[in-house]
């Protein structure tokens, strides 16, 4: 831990956490206190004072006008982004508040947010209103009219009868979609009546810690895009996804109308144990011990978590419905004892592929390590040093078994992997080279240190890949760059997200010597890394060595969508060994690679996907023609048949999502027994993406043994640590 420091826990390399509007709670709309408290009020000062200080904040800004208009539209944008409840005239009268957003935020006083607040508050109601209104009419569809669903960039509209338009056309799609599923015009008024009123109470019923939360967020982004305020609950659930665990009864739960269902029971919690909730089951009463049950039908799923988590050893008394009973069904009870619960879906795991002898080179057995994030347990490390839950040591126990299993060579798949804890992205590098720098960190005042493995030997000495794409970040770019820069595994994929700072976590509980968490936690950035040859990921991400097509341009998705973001710089390089350099071989491996994958039908599927997904994405906009949209809709689903039969033809992995369409419902309008069931089949899908990544590092391996010469220009190390070619 940095002594200039103190209060920060050791954490690092995550994006930005994304704020969510949360559903009903158990208070009339009425009784809801929309001001900031005194505690609110302490901790806009504490964040305030945190942020404008050098020794904590790597850049901090002025607080100055420009920062305050700054504030003030990502306030805006934080309420109402696409634009569907603000009028220009609303945005006109909040204007005097623009210039007031820091002293807001200094003083602890952020009355210029609530009052924003309340109007934004009756603007949802009021088209929550309008949308349900509108459904007494009949629709055609026609015409030529499209639908923007992206207004991110567009004007505020002029007035109310603009924005009456917009709704119009908003209502228009979402019937559309229920009609193209089937359903009858009275079921699809039925539905999407529901829907809207929910809009309507969802906004109604925040309290003022979301208001509060929106607004220093506001502030901590017009700092960065990776600088967070995280509430106490926050904070807790944050903690709680890095440890891989929580304490509670082991069910993964999803509120459904105005109650909470159980979505799924976590495989060796307390509830799996008991045996007696499963899937689908309501939760509509929770108490503590042999207390009173409290009904909490209504209750934002938040407030319902909070009540049934506790303490391992304590106990909670459940009143729920079974699945089975309906709505109205007779209730039951059940007792359970709180434990810890590993979430073990999250953590790493394993599969194999076998690649067929080609082009002569023999067949291999090649090992993929999916890893989701770079989790530690921090709590448990502080505890325990000896036993805590760690990507690296769970990827060192599952190399372990390919060892055993003699598999010629590994990939890592990072795709999707945000981030996570320095240490582990650190020590998981150490696994692949024998000592030495990792990542350099460089602090605000410019002092630049470095941090590396010093544990002697490797986990894994033979050939290796890393699988990259634009969602891999942070940690996720600091191991693949140490990869890279030493040689010692190809990258393949997209060029990954460009997050080249460091982030860590200040408890602002420490400074008011406060007994409970009451102020939450800060995540800001102190440092920015760069890469031991010198050069920064920031912006530019690491580039892979081969690369596959672009499924999200970089001015979409990424560090250079933020308009705030730290440019990319470069430091002096770190000494360092080079095990390899794959650039002799890369040709070669591109030519097998564009022959295989011309064959490659998943391949080529997953290919032109991403290219249509593309191509309509840059549209920002759908058809509201019904037999346009329905052509569409049955070109897709005659698409996904005929790709099925010809799976089941040649004998491969069937898709078991092949027979699945949009049924026009949101996520919580769905069955959760089986919208459960669905993921869970996703997981299964073809993925043309991993196993090609695991064919071209069996092609690098085939190459280098039947080449002495390229292997000696490709490795020239010899070395325990690159045991590529023997």
């Known amino acids: 831990m940095n002594p200039r420091f103190p209060a920060l826990l050791s954490l690092a390399f995550l994006l930005a956490l994304p704020v969510a509007l949360p559903a009903r709670t158990d208070a009339p709309v009425e009784q809801l206190a929309l001001a900031p408290t005194a505690d609110q009020a302490t901790t806009s000062k504490l964040v305030f004072g945190l942020l404008s200080d050098s020794r904590y904040a790597y850049r901090p800004r002025p607080a100055d006008a420009a920062m305050s208009a700054d504030i003030f539209r990502r306030y805006l944008e934080a309420l109402d982004g696409n634009r569907l409840y603000f009028t220009a005239a609303d945005v006109e009268r909040f204007a005097p ?53 992206d207004r991110e960039e567009a004007p505020w509209a002029a007035d109310d009868a603009a924005l009456d338009e917009i709704w119009r056309k908003s209502v228009m799609n979402d019937w559309l979609r229920l009609k193209l599923a089937g359903k009858a015009p009275e079921d699809i008024r039925k539905t999407l009546d529901k829907r809207y009123a929910q809009m309507g109470r969802s906004a109604a019923e925040l309290k003022s810690e979301d208001v509060f939360s929106l607004f220093l967020n506001a502030y901590t982004a017009s700092i960065d895009p990776h600088t967070n305020y995280l509430t106490p609950r926050t904070a807790e659930n944050f903690n709680q996804a890095m440890s891989l665990s929580l304490e509670g009864i082991g069910a993964q739960l999803q509120r459904q109308d105005d109650v909470v269902v159980i979505r799924e029971i976590i495989p060796g919690g307390p509830a799996a144990m008991d045996g007696t909730l499963k899937a689908g089951d309501r939760i509509v ?96 490390r502080r505890r325990n040093g000896q036993d805590y839950t760690s990507a690296t040591r769970d990827v060192a126990d599952l190399l372990e078994q390919f060892k055993a299993e003699g598999v010629d060579g590994v990939v890592l798949d990072l795709r999707n992997n945000g981030g996570g804890s320095l240490d582990e992205a650190v ?51 600091i191991f693949a760059g140490a990869m890279q820069d030493y040689g010692r595994a190809l990258i393949i994929g997209e060029t990954t997200f460009g997050k080249g700072t460091v982030q860590n976590l200040v408890d602002l509980d420490r400074w008011p010597a406060s007994e409970g968490p009451r102020f939450g936690q800060v995540k800001l950035t102190i440092a920015q890394f760069f890469r ?195």
């Open 97 to 149: 508040w623009r210039g007031r957003m820091v002293d807001a935020v200094r003083s602890g006083d952020p009355e210029p947010a609530f009052a924003i607040f309340v109007t934004y508050r009756q603007r949802v109601e009021q088209r929550a209103a309008h949308a349900r209104a509108l459904l007494a009419q009949e629709f055609t569809f026609s015409g030529q009219e499209r639908w923007e669903y």
């Open 427 to 477: 020590q998981l590098t150490g696994l692949f080279v024998d000592q030495g720098p990792v990542v350099q960190v460089r602090e605000s005042g410019g002092r630049v240190s470095v941090n590396g493995d010093r544990s002697p030997g490797v986990a894994w000495d033979g050939p290796l890949a890393v699988l990259v794409n634009r969602a891999s970040a942070s940690a996720s770019e």
């Open 532 to 726: 031991i040859e010198g050069g920064s990921t920031q912006h530019k991400g690491v580039v892979p060595d081969i690369a596959y097509p672009l499924s999200v341009d970089a001015n979409e998705f990424g560090e250079s969508t933020y308009d705030n973001a730290l440019p990319w710089t470069r430091i002096a390089a770190v000494p360092h060994t080079r095990y390899g350099n794959f650039a002799p071989l890369l040709p070669q491996l591109q030519t097998l690679h564009a022959r295989r994958i011309a064959d490659d039908l998943e391949f080529r599927w997953w290919s032109e996907d991403v290219a249509r997904y593309r191509e309509e994405a840059a549209r920002k906009s759908l058809s509201l023609n019904e037999a346009e949209r329905r052509a569409e809709r049955e070109r897709q689903e005659a698409q996904r048949k005929e790709r099925q039969a010809i799976r089941k033809e040649k004998g491969l992995d069937l898709d078991p999502l092949a027979e699945e369409t949009d049924d026009g419902l949101t996520a919580n309008e769905r069955d959760v027994v089986k919208d459960a069931a669905r993921e869970k089949a996703a997981e299964k899908r073809p993925d043309p993406l991993q196993r090609e990544s695991a064919a071209i590092l069996a092609d690098a391996i085939g190459l280098l043994e039947q080449d002495s010469p390229l292997s000696a220009q490709v490795l020239p190390v010899t070395s325990s640590a690159m045991r590529w070619a023997e």
């Open 285 to 380: 009463g929770v108490g503590q011990g042999s207390g009173t049950v409290e009904d909490v039908v209504g209750w934002r799923i938040d407030d319902v978590v909070a009540k049934i988590r506790g303490a391992k050893g304590t106990r909670v008394n459940l009143e729920y419905i079974p699945a089975e009973n309906g709505i109205d069904g007779e209730h039951q009870f059940v007792m359970l004892t709180r434990a810890r619960v590993q979430l073990a879906e999250q953590a790493a795991k394993r599969k194999t592929y076998t690649i067929p002898a080609h082009e002569g080179l023999p067949q291999r057995l090649v090992g993929v390590i999916e890893l989701p994030t770079f989790y530690q347990d921090f709590e448990g």
